[in-house]
């Protein structure tokens, strides 16, 4: 089911991480709608010969850039948000037999190449991501760059078509295949695209309760709820835990910081570390940090939940976890980052969770930690508080 064929490659391809009861595939009729597209437009091969570069954005489990790794004229360049994106390249790399450096594997905040004579989109699920990252690629195109995107239908709306004409130059989409859509963008040297409004800056609400309204926070594209402050979030302000001089507390699942935040600003003596798994998320609250508490005692970390925490490390963690994707991966995501919590946890540590009612993260939590109590709720959503027995 994990068998990707096509002219350029025949991959077993998996997600990160691998989890063999996981029924979701690591790529779909997008990629290889593109994939197909590009054996057909380059019988004679990837064009840039020598002069410039083949990248790949937003490419989610590298099933793009393990496919065509091999067939770039110069190391292939894949540029992604998410860390765990990243470990899923290099796994399906490895699995491939791609040579040591046959991908340059960069992120979102990574500048990016100089010249790019084929851009590959994988559109992103949030539109704001595509346009930072064409405004940041836009200098690296010429008259003679291929742009094609790639997304399944529902992904592509007016708004990202209108993306590409605004940012890229003049756009036409291909017929549907697989419930999947091409995007064919030509560049225009010509186009004026004015600044990148990425990233954005606000303050928060004066009613913003924890002691942070009116700190600004800094949320570079495609950072959870950039605009504004989430409702769950703020809850969950109004319940933070207290007494937290000299603990070492968490904010896991960080987004643009503003947890972690509220603990640094009322809890001085504490030691934080804010981290999640998308590049962008971690720039927003390590900005965050600079413009709203610039002597906190705070690290910030890009990783996979906890899980390269050692045994014991945390006294408080905090997590608001992700509720939007697919609803198995999402529960999964859940699970894992309370496991890996209660793992950093020193006994006695607590793991304190946001989340919608509905979600039932209680029952999760029981079977992981032995129990858990309400800290507060309302009749959307609910704080629990699970002990490290
Ligand atoms: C609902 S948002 C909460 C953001 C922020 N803490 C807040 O309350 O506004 C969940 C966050 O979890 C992050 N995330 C998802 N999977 C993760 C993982 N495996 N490890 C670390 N962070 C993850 C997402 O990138 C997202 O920023």
Request: net charge positive; glycine share 10%.
């Amino acid at each position: 089911m994990n068998r990707l064929t096509t002219s350029w490659a025949d991959l077993r391809l998996t997600r990160f991480p691998e989890d063999p009861r996981d029924p979701l595939r690591a790529w779909d009729a997008a990629d290889e709608y593109l994939l197909n597209h590009l054996t057909e437009r380059f019988p004679g091969g990837l064009p840039g010969a020598g002069t410039g570069t083949v990248a790949v954005v937003g490419d989610r489990w590298g099933a793009l850039a393990a496919s065509l790794a091999a067939h770039a004229p110069v190391p292939l360049v894949q540029i992604g948000d998410s860390y765990l994106g990243r470990r899923a390249t290099l796994a399906n790399l490895a699995r491939a037999g791609a040579e040591d450096g046959a991908v340059r594997l960069l992120t979102t905040r990574d500048t990016p190449p100089e010249r790019i004579d084929l851009l590959l989109v994988r559109v992103p699920k949030s539109l704001s991501l595509l346009e930072d990252q064409l405004h940041r690629l836009a200098p690296a195109l010429h008259p003679g760059t291929v742009v094609v995107g790639t997304g399944m239908v529902k992904e592509i709306h007016t708004s990202t078509l209108g993306l590409f004409e605004r940012l890229v130059g003049p756009t036409r989409t291909s017929l549907a295949v697989k419930k999947a859509r091409l995007i064919h963008a030509t560049p225009d040297p010509g186009l004026s695209r004015g600044p990148n409004p990425w990233p954005y800056r606000y303050e928060l609400p004066a009613d913003a309760p924890g002691g942070v309204a009116g700190r600004p926070v800094v949320n570079h594209a495609g950072v959870f709820c950039a605009d504004r402050l989430d409702i769950g979030t703020r809850f969950f302000l109004n319940h933070l835990p207290t007494g937290l001089d000299g603990a070492r507390v968490v904010d896991l699942g960080c987004g643009n910081g503003v947890l972690g935040l509220a603990v640094a600003l009322a809890e001085p003596g504490a030691e934080l570390l804010l981290t999640d798994e998308s590049y962008q998320a971690v720039a927003s609250a390590r900005d965050t940090f600079r413009a709203a508490a610039p002597d906190a005692r705070a690290r910030f970390e890009v990783g996979d939940g906890l899980a390269d925490a050692p045994a014991g490390s945390a006294d408080v963690v905090l997590c608001n976890p992700p509720f939007h994707s697919h609803q198995a991966t999402t529960d999964a995501t859940a699970r894992r980052m309370f496991r890996e919590a209660r793992r950093a946890l020193r006994p006695g540590g607590e793991l304190w969770v946001v989340g919608n009612r509905h979600l039932g993260h209680h029952v999760t939590l029981k079977r992981i930690f032995g129990g858990c109590r309400v800290v507060a709720g309302d009749p959307k959503f609910v704080v629990l508080r699970a002990e490290r027995r």
